[in-house]
């Protein structure tokens, strides 16, 4: 049973280029979170989506950043305009279901902004 | 505003000890804990939770601890391993809503041999 799969695991951007990052939860998984980690911080929460519905986006930046979960393929998280405060590690966890289910985490991608 | 907090971020225990780890929280509407430990480069990897209903909950090495009057939860690991050295995270979340998890800054654990 694969884990929570995270791709790139590494990428490095220049300032004002698009960044795309992909979680593919674990099998039976339908809820899907990301969250952020900067450097000698605790993973901050960003957003929430179920298959084609966005649930929680509060801890997204109002700007640049997007994400989805399309009922076919992966989840993505975007950034647009990169700038090098955005450097950082980015995890996808995913749960079977609403509710406080423990949430799995996939290895990250370490986003690298120059 | 850090609504979980880890006061102590570094520890170090001789092998074969116990390892204890602190995490305190504010928000009361809390009711759900995990712990969470994570080694460099890789993600988080889930070890042990209890629900706010329960004191105590147990698992192997690994029992968590929750005092709920004084919003304190420990992590015990005994005996302690080298392969246990790693950061551990702390989180909360409210069991209802979006279920999104509060982390705390991390301990980094230490295991001497």
């Known amino acids: 049973n694969a884990g929570v799969m995270q791709n790139p695991r590494h990428l490095v951007r220049r300032r004002g280029q698009e960044a795309r990052l992909r979680c593919s939860p674990m099998?039976?998984?339908?809820?899907v979170y990301w969250y952020r980690q900067l450097p000698e911080e605790g993973l901050k929460f960003m957003v929430y989506?179920?298959?084609?519905?966005?649930?929680?986006e509060s801890g997204m930046p109002k700007e640049r950043f997007s994400a989805e979960f399309p009922k076919e393929g992966p989840s993505i998280l975007r950034i647009q305009q990169v700038v090098r405060g955005d450097s950082a590690a980015y995890f996808c966890a995913s749960s079977p279901r609403r509710g406080a289910d423990t949430q799995y985490f996939g290895p990250g991608t370490r986003l690298t902004v120059l | 505003d850090q609504q979980v907090k880890q006061n102590s971020p570094s520890l170090s225990v001789q092998e074969g000890r116990i390892s204890i780890l602190n995490c305190d929280y504010t928000?009361?509407?809390?009711?759900?804990f995990l712990w969470y430990k994570k080694y460099p480069a890789e993600g988080p990897t889930f070890l042990i939770s209890i629900s706010s209903i329960k004191d105590k909950n147990e698992d192997g090495r690994f029992t968590v601890f929750l005092n709920k009057s004084a919003k304190h939860l420990s992590l015990h690991i005994v005996p302690s391993q080298p392969g246990d050295s790693a950061v551990y995270f702390c989180?909360?979340?409210?069991?209802?809503?979006?279920?999104?998890?509060?982390f705390g800054t991390g301990t980094r654990l230490k295991v001497l041999a």
């Open positions: 928000n009361s509407m809390f009711d759900y």
């Open positions: 099998k039976g998984h339908s809820h």
């Open positions: 989180a909360a979340a409210v069991n209802s809503g979006t279920y999104k998890y509060i």
């Open positions: 989506l179920q298959k084609e519905n966005i649930i929680d």
